[in-house]
């Protein structure tokens, strides 16, 4: 049987009694008469029967809620990455799935209380940083981490945190992906039948009361607005604008709920089909599995051969450029043009030895519950060779910032090389010390990153940076594009910054189109939010650009 008890499996019949081992795990077909149906009914569980408490209805409304902030809060934030709006979605998710695991009875461990405090400190994130890269990782990041921590809140095997992840992401929500209509609509257990009696008794005639009243107001509204013409004029306006806001408002939103609906079925369904399989884990029977480690180490050991090989000449060839000035170097190869070249080559390089590394990880056949002392050899020449690639790599990159200047997109790729640097050493501690969890490391790391590139300044780290060996005469001005490619925690670097005693510096090349005047220019509306984009850099920069609007008017 899955996992998630999405199917099941059948059951090996007891052959040291009468053949009755399905039929003493689940209940027998009520349109059975016997003979070869009973022999069928052995061999045909029927699945549990689901059960829905009153807790269920509540949870299935509010991922219905849920789905339809998601949906307005992606089409409006695909331009800026997200804001106040994202971060109070997210932490209504992470909440929605805590409590729910845990009024189901669902502990977890020590790793799920990690994650559950991980996804609250992402979802935080959302305001705090102007940053549409850094926040478009931690959408996907903090997404992830909460499906994990629904999945791994009832987990009974030890497969890997992978296997567990695309479990929890591709299979187990859609495994109960009606059961939120069936929360909403269906009977639930322990129903208080006084407290549906009062509902009957109040409510219901309430309801009716206020719908015979709606055409009995509408008529004599109309009535009054034909007696009196300020009355018909101010009841008109409000039609009017009702019926504005109905067509703008209603309509559109009607139809993305709609469409969110399916976005509410799977945060519904992701928690639920846990609670299902762990209510039901008793009348559900295990099948034999079959091991995924299905490749043997001589076959890994060929594979890597030649990788190595090829990444032995590579890297003894960048020795030689390093450790000879250059010299060695063709004519019409210059410096600046090998710090230029391969960068984003390596760095796909060494993202698709990691992913080899992995899958030799995962499907090689293990020897007493260890990987083979041969592959370990390999896996660790393997990592270290593309060590020298990163190192390679980040080498080219900063004689590249050198010479010209800093970017977004080479500072970002920097930090993933580094990230990457330090899961290849965890991978080679890990041969040595095989309980270290790679995952678990790699998912700390991105976590501490995302939420350091959150709250360091980036940005105005780069802008500092380009200004300062701008003046020292080392690079070029930036100019306007790469400024307005920064967020706004640069604003502040910009407006702080002396430029006027930069200009009289005779040996630095001043842009003459006034580019600083030109970039607060651009600037002025930058505190033009609302609640999908409102962030506290982007804030705090507005009130800078306004103060300096205010000094250049009075001056």
């Not at 009468?18 to 016997?34: D, E, T, V």
Request: hydrophobic share 45%; with cysteine; proline share 3%.
């Amino acid at each position: 049987m899955s996992d998630n008890g999405c199917w099941y499996e059948k059951n090996q019949l007891n052959t040291a009694g009468n053949n009755i081992g399905y039929q003493n795990n689940f209940p027998m077909n009520p349109y059975s008469s016997g003979g070869v149906n009973q022999d069928f009914n052995r061999l045909t569980p029927m699945k549990p029967v689901r059960v829905y408490h009153r807790y269920d209805r509540f949870f299935a409304a509010a991922a219905l809620v849920l789905g339809f902030i998601m949906i307005k809060v992606v089409i409006n934030t695909a331009s800026s990455g997200g804001g106040f709006l994202t971060t109070v979605l997210f932490l209504a998710i992470t909440l929605f799935n805590y409590f729910y695991c845990k009024k189901s009875g669902m502990i977890g461990s020590g790793d799920t209380k990690f994650i559950f405090l991980a996804a609250l400190v992402l979802s935080g994130l959302f305001i705090v940083t102007d940053n549409y890269y850094v926040k478009t990782i931690d959408f996907w990041l903090v997404t992830f981490s909460n499906l994990y921590f629904v999945y791994a809140s009832y987990n009974s095997n030890n497969n890997s945190i992978i296997h567990n992840l695309l479990k929890a992401v591709l299979i187990s929500p859609f495994c109960e992906f009606l059961s939120l209509f069936e929360a909403l609509f269906s009977k639930h257990e322990k129903t208080d039948k006084n407290r549906t009696g009062g509902l009957k008794r109040n409510v219901i005639p309430v309801l009716l009361g206020l719908a015979f009243s709606i055409p009995v107001c509408a008529a004599v509204m109309v009535l009054l607005s034909s007696s009196d013409q300020n009355f018909g004029r101010m009841f008109g306006k409000i039609i009017t604008e009702c019926f504005d806001r109905f067509v703008d408002k209603f309509v559109v939103n009607a139809f993305l709920f709609v469409f969110s609906i399916p976005i509410g079925m799977y945060i519904f369904g992701a928690v639920y089909s846990r609670a299902y399989k762990m209510n039901h884990e008793t009348e559900l029977v295990h099948g034999s599995k079959k091991s995924k480690r299905i490749l043997p180490s001589s076959a890994c050991n060929a594979f890597l051969t030649p990788l190595i090989m090829i990444y032995t000449a590579f890297v003894l060839t960048q020795i030689s450029y390093l450790f000879n000035t250059f010299d060695t170097l063709n004519e019409n190869f210059s410096y600046s043009e090998y710090a230029r070249s391969g960068f984003f080559e390596l760095c796909f390089v060494a993202m698709i030895n990691l992913s080899v590394i992995s899958a030799v990880m995962f499907f090689i056949k293990l020897k007493d519950r260890k990987l083979p002392m041969s592959v370990k050899l390999f896996i660790i020449m393997f990592s270290v060779l593309t060590l020298c690639l990163i190192v390679t790599a980040l080498v080219k990159m900063m004689m590249y910032i050198n010479i010209y200047g800093m970017t977004p997109l080479r500072v970002y790729t920097s930090i993933f090389m580094i990230y990457l640097f330090v899961l290849f050493i965890v991978l080679i501690f890990k041969q040595v010390k095989f309980r270290i969890s790679f995952t678990k490391i790699a998912y700390s790391l991105a976590v501490f990153a995302i939420a350091a590139m959150s709250l360091i300044p980036v940005d105005g780290l780069i802008a500092s940076y380009n200004i300062e060996k701008f003046k020292q005469g080392k690079i070029g001005w930036m100019g306007y594009a790469a400024m307005e490619e920064l967020d706004a925690s640069a604003v502040r670097v910009f407006a702080g910054c002396d430029f006027k005693a930069v200009k009289k510096n005779s040996d630095i090349n001043y842009p003459e189109d006034h580019t600083i005047e030109r970039y607060f220019e651009s600037k002025e509306n930058i505190g033009d939010m609302d609640i999908y984009d409102f962030n506290l850099t982007r804030y705090f920069a507005s009130l800078i650009v306004k103060e300096k609007t205010v000094k250049q008017e009075n001056y």
